[in-house]
């Protein structure tokens, strides 16, 4: 598994706590996008000390091989998050699936980044860790979400109650 790897046009990154100002930012910047969708967030989500928290136990969950979450930036400016793609209840054994998860940032909607970093993620989950099956949870009235993941060739299965 690679911390970093890289796309056309992106830089997915692993990130340790050292990246929790930056994290919180990026939070900051896309909450009224974010809090649309997102189920309802502890007390303290924004805070530098929260992100830290749960950057370390995502990095150390990511090195067990329990969980991956990259973080993405654009070659033109790697050093500003402009996104995530992660994966989480990543299941092994007879299953072998796991659970997306990706948000990007309001400045760069509908320019392809997401689509991008979304399908390459996606491929390295089925080659380098051998998944079977990917699902994506998305609440039905998220359409630019259900017109990405119909772009790579997701199925809708119903709603769960």
Not at 1 to 27: G, P, S, W
Not at 31 to 39: G, I
């Amino acid at each position: 598994m690679d911390l970093i790897v890289y796309t056309k046009r992106l830089i997915l990154r692993v990130e340790n706590a050292d990246k929790a100002e930056a994290i919180l930012d990026f939070y900051r910047h896309n909450s009224a996008l974010f809090d649309n969708f997102e189920p309802t967030r502890p007390h303290n989500f924004y805070t530098e000390a929260y992100h830290r928290a749960v950057t370390n136990a995502e990095y150390n969950n990511t090195i067990a091989g329990n969980f991956l979450r990259y973080y993405v930036y654009t070659k033109d400016n790697p050093d500003k998050i402009i996104g995530s793609v992660n994966f989480s209840n990543i299941t092994y054994g007879p299953f072998m699936k796991a659970t997306l998860g990706y948000k990007l940032d309001i400045d760069y909607h509908h320019r392809g980044y997401a689509t991008e970093a979304v399908a390459h993620c996606l491929d390295i989950m089925f080659q380098q860790y051998g998944m079977q099956r990917i699902e994506a949870k998305v609440v039905p009235h998220n359409q630019p979400s259900i017109d990405l993941l119909t772009r790579l060739h997701f199925r809708y299965e119903g709603i769960e109650y």
